[in-house]
């Protein structure tokens, strides 16, 4: 389901927290324990079955930055700050507060007593070992890229961290302690230079976070029971035990919500089956903000006369992808796979955050958003290419939803129908397309994205950036430095028209494709509450405050 964007928020660099200033006490603060809204006392009543059709790429934070591998990440471990549902503002969560101690300086001090499910004391040492093992171990699906201005982190004593960055006036940074990249860890179960094993994992029982696992059948089903040794902001959970179900079949997961056997679903329903079940009644289906965003990403190395082919031409690579990027029809693709649920987006920052800037619009197709065959011709002609062009464009079902099969069906009749290409659908399951992509085994290929803060930034660096994750060969200096002066300019016009910049520069040289902008759907029975009306504004659905009337 799609929501409509809003009105364009301010920079958020604090979210509504205050500006930074050199000085100032302790900016953010413990302010109290948890409210039973937010997480409350454990229920003794029935467990909970969340259902999904998305996947598991591992259990280790370092490596993996998915939203199936998130879904469980955010509950079983935590975060120093973290954001509040229907906001996003961050608070304290194992930290009791941060503050600004000097130009390239914050320093959180942690909350009294915290401790691991088993048994371990979690102090400084663990959120030192936690930042420096991601950096060091820079998994290509990992986090470790959020990090881009993290010089060091320190330990001076166990209940103190500090952080120096590279570069002074990251306002930013807060809001990256509150993301994948700060699940803390602890130290004495995860190695400091690999990726640990799930199993190794669930049988340590490292957890920090609301729940801890209980038992664990990869992409099967895997049972949570509360974890008592909890200390950050979200409290008891009102259930004390929750079942995650997997499905490799939208229609069944949809019948088992008709029949009541999955309470709640997050991720990923068709957007049919979404409608069918609003009008049903016991199933509500929930919606949050539409910053997630689809687009097609060209790998510089293997697509057509990119780098390591045998007819390796730059000019001829840039013109197919602009030719690509003159023919395909957002609008319908809006409309005829997501019955306008999604729409037409044409930068990598979705409409209604400060700074998006739609430059694909007035750079290619019919200059008005639409596609347009003439143009894309014309490039192709202009640059030598021969056609049809072949182009092996990947995509996948069960990360991406069901859905991604029409939609991909449709990009290949739009691009078909210029008689400038020939494309070779495939697809591949979460776990072995996140492996492949990296390797370049993709020319051209799908992916999504869910804000990890709502920041212009986080729609730019994680695509554009030294060490991006997107990890498609694409490096241009000078998109490069505009997004490093973005995202320590503290003059707001200013870093705006960086932004800008940024994806003008960037558009022009097509290394990923916007197609759609929108959200997928929260579904719940309705004897299950505790799913707030404004969902986070990251889209993150937390378990500690669900439980059945």
Not at 13 to 36: D, N, R
Not at 216 to 222: E, G, I, M, P, W
Not at 292 to 314: E, H, L, M, S, W
Not at 362 to 381: F, H, T, V
Request: charged content about 20%.
């Amino acid at each position: 389901m799609t929501l409509p964007s809003g009105p364009a928020p301010h920079r958020r660099p604090w979210s509504g927290l205050g500006a930074l200033t050199l000085g100032t006490a302790v900016l953010v603060t413990l302010t109290g324990c948890t409210s039973s809204k937010d997480g409350g006392t454990a229920s003794s009543g029935p467990s909970i079955t969340v259902g999904t059709t998305d996947q598991v790429t591992s259990l280790d934070p370092a490596g993996a930055w998915d939203a199936g591998s998130g879904t469980i990440e955010s509950e079983v471990y935590a975060t120093l700050l973290s954001q509040k549902n229907g906001s996003a503002d961050v608070s304290p969560d194992l930290a009791s507060g941060i503050e600004l101690t000097g130009p390239q300086q914050y320093t959180v001090t942690l909350r009294k007593g915290l401790k691991f499910a088993n048994g371990h004391d979690l102090t400084s040492s663990d959120v030192k070992f936690t930042f420096d093992r991601t950096l060091k171990i820079a998994d290509e699906n990992g986090p470790s890229s959020l990090l881009y201005n993290l010089a060091s982190v320190a330990a001076p004593d166990p209940a103190r961290v500090v952080f120096t960055l590279k570069s002074a006036n990251d306002t930013l940074f807060p809001q990256v302690l509150s993301t994948a990249a700060g699940y803390v860890v602890d130290e004495q179960v995860f190695p400091a230079d690999r990726v640990l094993d799930d199993k190794a994992i669930v049988a340590a029982k490292p957890w920090n976070g609301p729940y801890g696992i209980r038992s664990y059948d990869k992409n099967s089903l895997v049972s949570f029971t509360a974890n008592t040794r909890y200390g950050g902001r979200l409290g008891t959970p009102r259930t004390k035990n929750i079942q995650l179900k997997y499905y490799t079949d939208a229609g069944n997961l949809k019948l088992d919500v008709q029949q009541g056997t999955i309470d709640a679903v997050y991720r990923t329903l068709t957007t049919a089956d979404l409608d069918d079940l609003g009008k049903q009644q016991g199933v509500k289906v929930h919606t949050g903000s539409g910053n997630g965003i689809r687009y097609i990403v060209f790998d510089f190395t293997t697509q057509p006369y990119g780098t390591k082919t045998k007819n390796a031409d730059p000019r001829k690579a840039l013109a197919v992808r602009q030719a690509v990027a003159d023919s395909v029809d957002r609008a319908q693709l809006a409309k005829q796979v997501y019955k306008n649920t999604y729409q037409p987006l044409y930068t990598s920052v979705p409409d209604g955050l400060n700074g998006a800037t739609p430059s694909f619009k007035s750079l290619y197709g019919d200059r008005k958003g639409g596609p347009d065959k003439a143009a894309a011709a014309a490039r192709l002609k202009a640059a030598g290419v021969s056609t049809p062009v072949t182009l092996n464009l990947q995509y996948n079902s069960d990360h991406y939803g069901s859905s991604s099969a029409d939609e991909y069906a449709l990009v290949k009749t739009q691009l078909e129908a210029t008689g400038l290409f020939k494309v070779n659908l495939q697809s591949t399951e979460w776990t072995q397309y996140g492996k492949d992509r990296v390797k370049h085994l993709y020319p051209l290929y799908q992916l999504g994205w869910y804000a990890d803060y709502l920041d212009a930034d986080n729609y730019l660096s994680p695509f554009y950036a030294a060490n991006s994750w997107v990890a498609n060969a694409y490096a241009d200096p000078a998109v490069r430095s505009l997004i490093q002066r973005e995202e320590t300019e503290t003059d707001a016009a200013k870093r705006t028209g960086l932004l800008k910049e940024a994806q003008d520069k960037a558009a022009a040289q097509v290394p990923l494709l916007p197609l759609l902008q929108g959200s997928t759907a929260i579904v719940t029975r309705t004897d299950v509450v505790g799913v707030p009306a404004e969902l986070d504004s990251t889209y993150q659905f937390r378990w500690a405050g669900l439980a059945k009337k």
